[in-house]
């Protein structure tokens, strides 16, 4: 079964409050040099080997539901 | 006597709230489940707040996907009077029946606030009875209610007075321009983050503003019931 | 797969060496089980005696000083007492309510955010598998030091951790406790509470009955949560490979709990159940032993049906998975399918793992293969009990000596007036919005009184106005200089923060927070506040509906102050009729009660000089009552505006609250007593109540008809506390003050993994 | 600037309860060729040129920060 990954990050101009958040505990954790952080999500799951174009459904799905594409953007992996 | 019916999906908690709110204003409330097809004649619909689907994914996202939905969507857009409360607003959001999308408080906490609003459409099936008294303290409670939408989205709802309601004395959540509330363009679909049900009622609330939602709907339906 | 351990093989194979103090089990335990069997155990036996019969499941330390509430004279309230899940009172018309306090301690400790709301869901099954919807929760938590880095790290994500399960479930948090003290760093205590209601006649109990009859496992699926120390065991099982990774910590689906709930209300309103029983500490091996040995059968249960969300656990892992969001019925054949059908339109998976049969045993297998045959009682309710030595500290006469009197106090005007800025910012009497504005209190609609109120309220019926109020305290550091006393000024604070909302006091249930019993000056603590509970609710005849005991809160040999946490329960008739603690203008204050100068483990002692030592201010059980009594009256008779107990910070403190709280000022006079000791003093039995000026005769006539001691404090009105002849602050300062501290604290806390 | 991404994952025996979620209403989406979903968090941040080895520094800020080690597991990728 092939195992795919989707990445789901807010859209460049949206605010990402939790970004954010992240940045500013940076210097004080000791880490001056990270920046420009952004905070999205991470989706890994199962295709059947049935479905012939695994790529294909997850892009549908992703662009249905597990992306919201008023505010994010997502891409789509084949893992193996 | 005018049937108002609302909504329960897995994971609504004020179902109950808004059914003793319908009742309080002199209407009949109906309960609509999501797996049904059925809207059973009902002259208005509320989506209550809550956590439908334990808000995976993003608020309202699966709960969009219920069959009722599929009945709901059609109604609102024939004209039916939809009312989206917190959750039931994500909802509506999720379900394209209005702009824009809410997400994350900015201060990252799920937070509830006696909120003073400002009603600035008093237009709407749900607002009319505002007219008289715009100002409004009402319960805002959420993780998930700061409103987004690009700037020519947020420029045409102001300039088309759809925005509905406004957070004013402090926004409880990061929203844009301070907005509480929309409506969609034909005015019947309504959004609103704070939770009218829980403002009918000193004893239990810090107002009885909230009931002006309710008896706006059944004098607006009166005529349609008749 | 390596062979099973069945009966027939233990039977076989006497001699083997079993892992039974890796278990937790002493050798004259292990001893008993093989003598109950006949046999040595098998491995799953072994897994069921060990985790039942552990401190947590046994009660086998506490058990013999429990008795003592058993002892208690039988009150009429009390529909079900202790021994099942929760408590069962009475409160009239036909309603009845079921309340349960319970520790979630170490795994939060652990696990900030899960260890929480899993705290929140455990407690909240019991209520359902009492027959009872749900309608609210509280939270008191106790952390080390406000400024310290392990409470930086626990707080923000126990606080999310509550507040994400309990809003999901739809239940308002009515409120809790906010304390710190160094003595809870690396010890946190979080104490769930959680409170339902129901008619008489929907009742259930935890028993198996009826031979024929099915048992139904529904809810989350098994997995392998918080099975940690049984790996031992699958190692066993699982040969030379071990098995694979366990988590140690459970993590909570308040979704899953909250379809739980609405379908199990579902089944109970369309009589599906002949009992039921939620799965906690110890999982299937709990539940299956204890409906068993409570019903008049046996049970047999196919532990290969249990539905699974890891598919390589061991029988030994599914009986001891702790995971979460289940429950187990007992169902007649008849109604089987109505069940099934509940649960399917919930959502909610169901297996049928068993049924209740004929004999007295408790059979389970494994694919056909008997791994338990076990007397069910054996497990369940005839576990070890010890007499644990008991011996008073050798220190508790110095720490007794060491008064407060030695300690420099504020003597002018101006420094009380300092003094009273920084006290109503000390952590321990700030404002606790930081935490409470996460919760919600609006959701299901009956909530009339919530934080920052003395005591949460909730309305039971809404014709006619009938509800119920709920208070917890318990002060660590007053028990650690007396336990006996502190248990008693516990229960007291508790019973007044009930009678001062005008609601009556009914029931009690405890969370009883101690050390290791190993050492016997935990033990005398804890024997110490038993006695103190039980006298104190039998002279306010008041029933213990039940509770819960957690030992080992310790670092190293430092235990943390003995914290019994006292959850009273008591019933409004009309909660329209509520008293609220907020002042509003032109109102005449009036105190009630005794002040004597008592300091000793007082909050001013504690954050101005860090200081503990001396006796615990004193307790005045009678008088407790006649307040009660008082204030009913008041209630019902409308006498009084607003009311609220005098408890840490004394005086000042409650005076700031209730002008925060109506935004009002007030100018007090306590000439010809002396301001500093009058005003941060914490006697016991006291309040401060606000009447419409001009109508304060009709109150104090009722207090001395109560021979209770009053005085007149002052007036409300204006946006200063004026103290006359020493002092006076504006009302913004204060606020400014009061509700700057937790921010200042946790804001600043940067983002947790938690949080993202 | 070297772009880093970190993708946060619960541990394979952790309880995953927005993907049970999740994949429980996918058949009705018309999905029913996809299982065992997982949702994670995804992480993308930007490390100074300066910054000899801004592998290690962000694994170090995942372990302390992103993600809860109790918990989760992740993983680091230096994209460019
Ligand atoms: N963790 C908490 N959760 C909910 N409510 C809380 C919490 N901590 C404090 N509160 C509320 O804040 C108020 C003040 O707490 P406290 O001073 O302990 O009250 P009291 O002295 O009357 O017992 C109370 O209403 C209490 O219920
Ligand atoms: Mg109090």
């Known amino acids: 079964m092939p195992r795919v990954v989707v990445d789901v990050l807010l859209k460049p101009e949206i605010l990402d409050p939790q970004g954010q958040a992240i940045e500013r505990a940076l210097p004080r954790l000791g880490f001056a040099g990270v920046s420009d952080v952004r905070q999205g999500k991470h989706f890994e799951l199962s295709v059947d080997d049935a479905v012939t174009n695994p790529e294909d459904v997850v892009r549908q799905l992703a662009d249905n539901l597990l992306a919201n594409p008023v505010i994010e953007d997502f891409t789509v992996t084949v893992v193996r | 006597m005018q049937r108002i019916g609302i909504v329960t999906f897995p994971g609504s908690l004020d179902d109950h709230d808004c059914v003793r709110a319908v009742i309080r204003a002199g209407g009949e409330a109906v309960a609509l489940w999501h797996g049904d097809s059925d809207l059973q004649n009902v002259d208005a619909i509320i989506l209550p707040g809550g956590f439908s689907y334990g808000d995976a994914l993003r608020c309202g996202s699966i709960a969009r996907f219920a069959p009722l939905m599929t009945d709901v969507i059609d109604a609102a857009k024939q004209g039916m009077p939809i009312l989206g409360i917190c959750n039931g607003f994500q909802i509506l959001c999720e379900s394209h029946l209005l702009p824009g999308v809410l997400t994350r408080n900015a201060h990252l906490h799920y937070r509830t606030k006696d909120q003073a609003l400002r009603f600035e459409n008093t237009k709407t099936v749900w607002t009319a009875n505002f007219v008289d008294q715009p100002y409004a303290v009402i319960p805002t409670k959420h993780g998930e209610g700061r409103y987004v939408a690009d700037a020519a989205v947020l420029d045409d709802l102001e300039a088309t007075g759809r925005v509905i309601a406004r957070y004013i004395n402090g926004n409880p959540n990061g929203s844009m321009r301070d907005i509480a509330g929309v409506c969609n363009e034909a005015g019947n679909v309504v959004g609103l983050m704070p939770h009218p049900e829980h403002a009918i009622d000193t004893l239990t609330g810090p107002s009885t503003d909230g009931l002006a939602f309710f008896t706006s709907i059944l004098s607006a339906t009166a005529g349609v019931a008749l | ?756």
Request: with cysteine; net charge negative.
């Open chain 3, 1 to 756: 797969m390596s062979a099973i351990d069945t009966v027939e093989r233990a039977a076989g194979s006497p001699a083997i060496d079993q892992p039974w103090a890796e278990l937790g089990l002493k050798r004259d335990e292990y001893a008993r089980i093989r003598e109950i069997l006949d046999r040595r155990p098998t491995s799953a036996e072994l897994a069921m005696y060990s985790v039942m019969w552990s401190e947590h499941c046994s009660y086998k330390s506490s058990k013999v000083h429990l008795k003592a509430f058993g002892d208690l004279p039988k009150s009429d309230a009390l529909l079900v007492g202790i021994g099942e899940n929760a408590g069962v009172v009475d409160i009239g018309d036909g309603w009845a309510v079921t309340f349960k306090i319970e520790s979630h301690n170490h795994p939060s400790f652990v696990e900030p955010y899960q260890g929480a709301a899993t705290g929140i869901g455990g407690i909240v099954r019991d209520i359902i598998s009492m027959g009872a919807r749900p309608i609210g929760v509280m939270d008191p938590l106790r952390f080390g030091a406000a400024d310290a880095p392990d409470t930086k790290r626990v707080l923000p994500g126990i606080v999310a951790g509550i507040s994400g399960y309990g809003n999901c479930l739809g239940l308002p948090n009515i409120g809790g406790e906010t304390i710190f003290d160094p003595c809870y760093s690396g010890n946190p205590l979080v104490n769930a509470l959680a409170v339902g209601v129901l008619r008489h006649e929907d009742l259930k109990l935890a028993k198996a009955s009826g031979p024929g009859n099915l048992v139904v496992l529904f809810g989350a699926r098994t997995g392998g949560d918080g099975i940690g120390g049984v790996s031992v065991l699958a190692s066993e099982t699982f040969g030379d490979e071990g098995p694979a990774k366990r988590p140690s910590v459970q993590v909570g689906d308040p979704f899953t709990e909250k379809l739980l709930i609405e379908c199990c209300l579902e089944i109970f309103a369309a009589d599906l159940v002949v009992g039921i029983q939620d799965l906690g500490g110890a999982g299937l091996s709990c539940a299956t032993s204890e409906l068993a040995s409570a019903g008049d059968g046996g049970m047999h249960v196919e532990l290969d049906r249990v539905p699974l969300r890891d598919a390589t656990l061991s029988p030994e892992e599914i009986l001891m998975s702790e995971s979460q969001e289940r429950m187990c019925a007992v169902v007649e054949p008849a109604k089987i399918v109505d069940f099934l059908a509940i649960c399917a339109k919930w959502e909610v998976t169901a297996a049928i793992i068993g049924e209740v049969t004929d004999g007295d045993r408790l059979t389970i297998d494994w694919h056909g293969e008997r791994i338990v045959d076990v007397p069910p009682r054996t497990v369940a309710h005839e576990g070890p009990v010890y007499e644990r030595p008991i011996m008073r500290p050798q220190s508790q006469d110095a720490l007794n000596a060491d008064t407060t009197d030695t300690l420099p106090k504020p003597a002018t005007g101006a420094d009380i007036r300092k003094l009273a800025l920084r006290m109503v910012a000390t952590p321990n009497l700030c404002d606790k919005s930081w935490i409470t504005q996460q919760y919600d209190h609006y959701v299901r609609g009956n909530t009339i009184l919530a934080q920052p109120e003395d005591a949460g309220m909730l309305r039971i019926d809404e014709q006619t106005g009938r509800g119920i109020a709920i208070s917890t305290d318990g002060n660590g550091r007053f028990c650690k200089l007396d336990p006996y006393v502190g248990a008693q000024l516990a229960v007291a604070e508790a019973y007044r923060n009930i009678a001062v909302t005008g609601a009556k006091p009914l029931a009690v249930s405890d969370c009883l927070n101690f050390g290791s019993p190993e050492d016997a000056g935990v033990m005398w603590q804890f024997q110490q506040t038993i006695r103190g509970i039980a006298d104190a609710c039998r002279e306010l005849e008041i029933a213990v509906t039940g509770g819960n005991v957690s030992f080992y809160n310790q670092t190293g040999e430092t235990a943390i102050h003995p914290t019994p946490v006292i959850a009273v329960l008591g019933t409004m008739d009309d909660v329209a009729r509520r008293i609220p603690m907020a002042f509003g203008p032109d109102q005449t204050l009036i105190v009630i009660g005794d002040t004597r100068t008592e300091l000793d483990g007082s909050e001013w002692a504690f954050a101005e000089h860090g200081h503990i030592g001396g006796r615990p201010p004193r307790v005045n059980l009678q008088r407790e009552r006649s307040i009660a009594q008082l204030m009913t009256k008041a209630a019902t008779n409308g006498l009084v505006a607003a009311a609220h107990d005098l408890a840490d910070g004394g005086l000042w403190q409650a005076l700031v609250e209730s002008c925060i709280g109506g935004s009002v000022g007030a100018r007090v006079e306590i000439a010809p007593f002396e301001p500093f000791g009058f005003l941060f003093g914490e006697s016991a039995g006291r309040l401060v109540v606000a009447v419409k000026a001009g109508s304060e005769a009709a109150l104090t006539v009722e207090c001395d008809a109560l021979d209770l001691p009053w005085i007149r404090l002052g007036r409300t009105g204006g946006d200063v506390i004026e103290v006359a002849g020493s002092f006076e602050i504006p009302l913004t300062d204060l606020a400014d003050a009061w509700r700057a501290t937790l921010p200042s604290l946790f804001d600043t806390v940067e983002v947790t993994a938690e949080a993202l």
